[in-house]
T-cell receptor
Framework: DAGVIQSPRHEVTEMGQEVTLRCKPISGHNSLFWYRQTMMRGLELLIYFNNNVPIDDSGMPEDRFSAKMPNASFSTLKIQPSEPRDSAVYFC??????????????FGSGTQLSVL | AQTVTQSQPEMSVQEAETVTLSCTYDTSESDYYLFWYKQPPSRQMILVIRQEAYKQQNATENRFSVNFQKAAKSFSLKISDSQLGDAAMYFCAYRPPNAGKSTFGDGTTLTVKP
Protein backbone atom coordinates (compact mmCIF):
# COMPACT_ATOMS: atom_id res chain seq x y z
CA ASP A 1 0.00 0.00 0.00
CA ALA A 2 1.51 3.31 -1.08
CA GLY A 3 -0.21 5.29 1.63
CA VAL A 4 -1.80 8.70 1.13
CA ILE A 5 -0.07 10.44 -1.75
CA GLN A 6 0.12 14.21 -1.93
CA SER A 7 1.56 16.39 -4.63
CA PRO A 8 3.47 18.54 -4.96
CA ARG A 9 5.68 18.13 -1.90
CA HIS A 10 6.77 21.75 -2.16
CA GLU A 11 5.12 24.67 -3.91
CA VAL A 12 6.46 28.18 -4.18
CA THR A 13 4.27 30.72 -5.88
CA GLU A 14 3.66 34.42 -6.09
CA MET A 15 0.81 36.23 -4.45
CA GLY A 16 -2.28 36.22 -6.62
CA GLN A 17 -1.53 32.96 -8.38
CA GLU A 18 -3.79 29.95 -8.30
CA VAL A 19 -2.50 26.96 -6.32
CA THR A 20 -3.83 23.42 -6.60
CA LEU A 21 -2.86 20.75 -4.11
CA ARG A 22 -3.60 17.13 -4.90
CA CYS A 23 -4.29 14.06 -2.83
CA LYS A 24 -4.80 10.39 -3.51
CA PRO A 25 -6.22 8.58 -0.48
CA ILE A 26 -5.59 4.99 0.43
CA SER A 27 -7.72 2.65 -1.60
CA GLY A 28 -10.78 1.56 0.35
CA HIS A 29 -10.78 4.58 2.63
CA ASN A 30 -14.01 6.51 2.37
CA SER A 31 -13.23 9.56 4.48
CA LEU A 32 -10.79 12.24 3.39
CA PHE A 33 -9.55 15.24 5.32
CA TRP A 34 -7.61 18.39 4.47
CA TYR A 35 -5.60 19.91 7.33
CA ARG A 36 -3.41 22.99 7.43
CA GLN A 37 -0.46 23.27 9.81
CA THR A 38 1.15 26.56 10.83
CA MET A 39 3.26 27.61 13.77
CA MET A 40 0.67 30.10 14.91
CA ARG A 41 -2.49 28.03 14.56
CA GLY A 42 -1.27 24.47 14.82
CA LEU A 43 -3.15 21.76 12.93
CA GLU A 44 -6.50 22.97 11.63
CA LEU A 45 -9.12 20.94 9.85
CA LEU A 46 -10.19 22.71 6.69
CA ILE A 47 -12.71 20.29 5.23
CA TYR A 48 -13.59 16.63 5.18
CA PHE A 49 -15.45 14.30 2.86
CA ASN A 50 -17.33 11.08 3.42
CA ASN A 51 -17.89 8.98 0.32
CA ASN A 52 -16.79 11.92 -1.84
CA VAL A 53 -19.37 14.26 -0.30
CA PRO A 54 -18.20 17.31 1.66
CA ILE A 55 -19.48 16.95 5.21
CA ASP A 56 -17.95 19.86 7.07
CA ASP A 57 -16.21 22.78 5.41
CA SER A 58 -16.48 25.14 8.35
CA GLY A 59 -12.72 25.26 8.62
CA MET A 60 -12.21 26.64 5.14
CA PRO A 61 -10.87 30.11 5.87
CA GLU A 62 -12.27 32.07 2.94
CA ASP A 63 -13.97 31.81 -0.39
CA ARG A 64 -10.53 31.76 -1.93
CA PHE A 65 -10.29 28.17 -0.76
CA SER A 66 -12.21 25.38 -2.44
CA ALA A 67 -11.97 21.60 -2.31
CA LYS A 68 -13.33 18.88 -4.52
CA MET A 69 -13.45 15.13 -4.49
CA PRO A 70 -14.66 14.01 -7.91
CA ASN A 71 -14.12 10.33 -7.12
CA ALA A 72 -12.99 8.04 -4.34
CA SER A 73 -9.35 8.17 -5.37
CA PHE A 74 -8.69 11.86 -5.86
CA SER A 75 -9.17 15.20 -4.15
CA THR A 76 -7.94 18.72 -4.75
CA LEU A 77 -7.59 21.79 -2.58
CA LYS A 78 -7.45 24.99 -4.56
CA ILE A 79 -6.50 28.48 -3.44
CA GLN A 80 -7.35 31.29 -5.83
CA PRO A 81 -5.94 33.88 -5.50
CA SER A 82 -3.19 32.88 -3.09
CA GLU A 83 -1.86 35.22 -0.41
CA PRO A 84 1.31 35.15 1.71
CA ARG A 85 -0.71 34.26 4.81
CA ASP A 86 -1.71 31.02 3.11
CA SER A 87 1.85 29.79 3.50
CA ALA A 88 1.67 26.58 5.52
CA VAL A 89 1.97 22.83 5.30
CA TYR A 90 -1.21 21.30 3.93
CA PHE A 91 -1.91 17.70 4.87
CA CYS A 92 -4.33 15.29 3.36
CA UNK A 93 -5.45 12.33 5.46
CA UNK A 94 -7.74 9.41 4.83
CA UNK A 95 -9.59 7.03 7.07
CA UNK A 96 -11.74 3.98 6.73
CA UNK A 97 -15.08 4.34 8.40
CA UNK A 98 -15.93 1.01 9.95
CA UNK A 99 -18.10 -0.36 12.69
CA UNK A 100 -15.09 -0.22 14.95
CA UNK A 101 -15.20 3.58 14.82
CA UNK A 102 -11.70 3.89 16.18
CA UNK A 103 -9.97 3.88 12.86
CA UNK A 104 -6.87 5.99 12.72
CA UNK A 105 -6.03 8.72 10.28
CA UNK A 106 -3.41 8.01 7.65
CA PHE A 107 -1.62 11.20 6.66
CA GLY A 108 0.17 12.12 3.49
CA SER A 109 3.59 13.73 3.63
CA GLY A 110 2.10 17.17 3.23
CA THR A 111 2.61 20.01 0.78
CA GLN A 112 4.81 22.86 1.95
CA LEU A 113 3.26 25.95 0.37
CA SER A 114 5.13 29.24 0.26
CA VAL A 115 3.36 32.26 -1.19
CA LEU A 116 5.74 35.12 -1.83
CA ALA B 1 -17.00 22.70 20.30
CA GLN B 2 -14.46 20.24 21.54
CA THR B 3 -11.05 21.56 22.45
CA VAL B 4 -7.79 19.76 23.04
CA THR B 5 -5.07 21.36 25.15
CA GLN B 6 -1.43 20.39 25.30
CA SER B 7 0.08 22.62 27.95
CA GLN B 8 3.70 21.72 27.27
CA PRO B 9 5.00 23.30 24.05
CA GLU B 10 8.40 21.65 24.61
CA MET B 11 9.75 18.78 26.66
CA SER B 12 13.13 17.11 26.86
CA VAL B 13 14.23 13.76 28.18
CA GLN B 14 17.48 11.92 28.60
CA GLU B 15 17.92 8.85 26.46
CA ALA B 16 16.66 5.72 28.27
CA GLU B 17 14.63 7.80 30.71
CA THR B 18 10.85 8.15 30.93
CA VAL B 19 8.84 11.20 29.92
CA THR B 20 5.16 12.05 30.17
CA LEU B 21 3.35 14.38 27.79
CA SER B 22 0.11 15.87 28.99
CA CYS B 23 -3.18 16.39 27.19
CA THR B 24 -6.56 17.55 28.38
CA TYR B 25 -9.74 17.90 26.41
CA ASP B 26 -13.18 19.30 26.77
CA THR B 27 -16.29 17.39 25.76
CA SER B 28 -19.82 16.67 26.87
CA GLU B 29 -19.81 13.28 25.18
CA SER B 30 -19.46 10.05 27.13
CA ASP B 31 -18.17 7.98 24.24
CA TYR B 32 -15.29 9.18 22.12
CA TYR B 33 -11.82 8.30 20.92
CA LEU B 34 -8.43 9.70 21.79
CA PHE B 35 -5.21 9.44 19.84
CA TRP B 36 -1.56 10.39 20.08
CA TYR B 37 0.20 11.11 16.79
CA LYS B 38 3.91 11.62 16.26
CA GLN B 39 5.35 14.02 13.69
CA PRO B 40 9.12 13.58 13.22
CA PRO B 41 11.21 16.05 11.22
CA SER B 42 10.22 14.15 8.09
CA ARG B 43 6.80 15.73 8.60
CA GLN B 44 4.96 12.41 8.32
CA MET B 45 2.20 12.07 10.91
CA ILE B 46 2.15 8.63 12.47
CA LEU B 47 -0.29 7.14 14.96
CA VAL B 48 1.39 6.22 18.22
CA ILE B 49 -1.49 4.96 20.33
CA ARG B 50 -5.26 5.18 20.63
CA GLN B 51 -7.83 4.84 23.39
CA GLU B 52 -11.57 4.27 23.40
CA ALA B 53 -13.27 6.24 26.15
CA TYR B 54 -15.53 3.35 27.11
CA LYS B 55 -12.51 1.22 27.97
CA GLN B 56 -11.21 1.70 31.48
CA GLN B 57 -7.95 -0.08 30.76
CA ASN B 58 -5.16 2.20 29.62
CA ALA B 59 -3.82 1.49 26.14
CA THR B 60 -0.25 0.28 25.77
CA GLU B 61 1.95 -0.09 22.69
CA ASN B 62 5.42 -1.36 23.55
CA ARG B 63 7.26 1.58 25.19
CA PHE B 64 4.25 3.88 24.83
CA SER B 65 1.37 3.92 27.29
CA VAL B 66 -1.36 6.31 28.26
CA ASN B 67 -2.86 7.44 31.53
CA PHE B 68 -6.51 8.00 30.68
CA GLN B 69 -8.46 9.79 33.39
CA LYS B 70 -11.97 10.14 32.02
CA ALA B 71 -13.42 12.15 34.88
CA ALA B 72 -10.57 14.61 34.69
CA LYS B 73 -10.64 14.58 30.88
CA SER B 74 -6.96 13.90 30.82
CA PHE B 75 -5.03 11.70 28.39
CA SER B 76 -1.29 11.74 28.99
CA LEU B 77 1.31 9.82 27.02
CA LYS B 78 4.17 8.07 28.75
CA ILE B 79 7.26 7.12 26.79
CA SER B 80 9.51 4.67 28.59
CA ASP B 81 13.15 3.97 27.78
CA SER B 82 13.25 6.99 25.47
CA GLN B 83 15.21 6.62 22.27
CA LEU B 84 16.75 9.19 19.97
CA GLY B 85 14.18 8.25 17.35
CA ASP B 86 11.40 9.37 19.66
CA ALA B 87 12.37 13.00 19.08
CA ALA B 88 9.41 14.57 17.32
CA MET B 89 6.37 16.72 17.79
CA TYR B 90 3.54 14.83 19.48
CA PHE B 91 -0.10 15.68 18.92
CA CYS B 92 -3.03 14.65 21.03
CA ALA B 93 -6.31 14.25 19.13
CA TYR B 94 -9.96 13.80 20.06
CA ARG B 95 -12.67 12.33 17.92
CA PRO B 96 -16.35 12.28 18.95
CA PRO B 97 -18.58 9.32 18.23
CA ASN B 98 -20.38 9.15 14.92
CA ALA B 99 -18.24 11.89 13.49
CA GLY B 100 -15.29 11.58 11.20
CA LYS B 101 -13.24 14.60 12.12
CA SER B 102 -10.55 14.76 14.76
CA THR B 103 -9.55 17.83 16.75
CA PHE B 104 -5.86 18.20 17.47
CA GLY B 105 -3.93 19.92 20.23
CA ASP B 106 -1.16 22.37 19.44
CA GLY B 107 1.54 19.74 19.88
CA THR B 108 4.49 19.14 22.19
CA THR B 109 8.00 19.11 20.79
CA LEU B 110 10.02 16.34 22.44
CA THR B 111 13.81 16.47 22.45
CA VAL B 112 15.77 13.38 23.40
CA LYS B 113 19.26 14.03 24.74
CA PRO B 114 21.95 11.39 24.24
Amino acid sequence: DAGVIQSPRHEVTEMGQEVTLRCKPISGHNSLFWYRQTMMRGLELLIYFNNNVPIDDSGMPEDRFSAKMPNASFSTLKIQPSEPRDSAVYFCASQKRSTGRNEKLFFGSGTQLSVL
Amino acid sequence: AQTVTQSQPEMSVQEAETVTLSCTYDTSESDYYLFWYKQPPSRQMILVIRQEAYKQQNATENRFSVNFQKAAKSFSLKISDSQLGDAAMYFCAYRPPNAGKSTFGDGTTLTVKP
